[in-house]
């Protein structure tokens, strides 16, 4: 098993570009999560998914969009990038449950700088 | 609001020292979960351990051992005879739970940087 795979693992961007980080498990998976973390402030959650055709904003979403297809797959799409989107984005997933109790498995993180 | 402190920012320990990492949460819940997150130099997110809020044993794994205490709202994390290895960023996080929402979103510490000198 791969595993959450996310690709590019780096990218630098120009200020107003748009790009698309990729991400795919293999896991069957229902419940899906973008982070970015920045130093020194951990992680924080821009969207998440629950199921195929089923997306809901984190903490800041703002600057981003998401998609959900399939199960396998949730791109995270920057649209105009500013430098303010500079940061290490990380890909998580789990199985399916309301209980809060499954552990996320994270992908290797897509380092992202914008000029 | 769920919230999660880490105060210590960056600790520095010479090998074979003990280490703990403090872990503050703040949670409305009465059902929920804890867990650390180890994330070395190469920078994967590693899971360590995850604990529910109706155990309060503490627990032991090896050298590293994690103190739950509902009463301050703490869930520490100890590691004995600190290794060169154990360098990284260690993150403790919280489980937020909305009953009829099954969004589960998983609310971070900003980290602590565990520098082990040899």
């Known amino acids: 098993n791969a595993g959450v795979t996310q690709t590019p693992k780096f990218r630098i961007l120009k200020i107003g570009q748009s790009m698309t980080l990729q991400c795919t498990q293999d896991m069957n998976h229902n419940y899906m999560y973008w982070y970015r973390q920045d130093p020194g402030m951990g992680l924080k959650l821009i969207y998440y998914s629950v199921g195929a055709g089923i997306t809901d904003k984190g903490e800041v979403p703002n600057g981003y969009n998401v998609s959900r297809s399939t199960t396998e797959d949730f791109p995270l799409r920057l649209e105009l990038a500013a430098p303010s989107q500079t940061s290490v984005y990380f890909c998580?997933?789990?199985?399916?449950?309301?209980?809060?109790?499954?552990?996320?498995?994270f992908g290797a993180g897509s380092r992202l700088t914008v000029l | 609001a769920q919230k999660v402190t880490q105060a210590q920012t960056e600790i520095s320990v010479v090998e074979k020292e003990d280490v703990t990492l403090d872990c503050v949460y703040e949670t409305r819940d009465t059902t929920y979960y804890l867990f650390w997150y180890k994330q070395p130099p190469s920078g994967e997110l590693v899971f360590l351990i995850r604990?529910?809020?109706?155990?309060?044993q503490n627990e032991i794994s090896g050298r590293y051992s994690w103190n739950f205490q509902k009463s301050t709202s703490s869930f520490n994390f100890t590691i004995t005879a600190s290794q060169v290895v154990d360098s990284a960023v260690y993150f403790c996080a919280l489980s937020e739970m909305n009953y009829g929402g099954a969004t589960n979103k998983l609310i971070f510490g900003t980290g602590t940087l565990l520098a082990v000198q040899p």
């Open positions: 604990r529910n809020s109706f155990d309060e």
């Open positions: 998580a997933s789990r199985q399916g449950s309301t209980s809060g109790a499954n552990v996320l498995t």
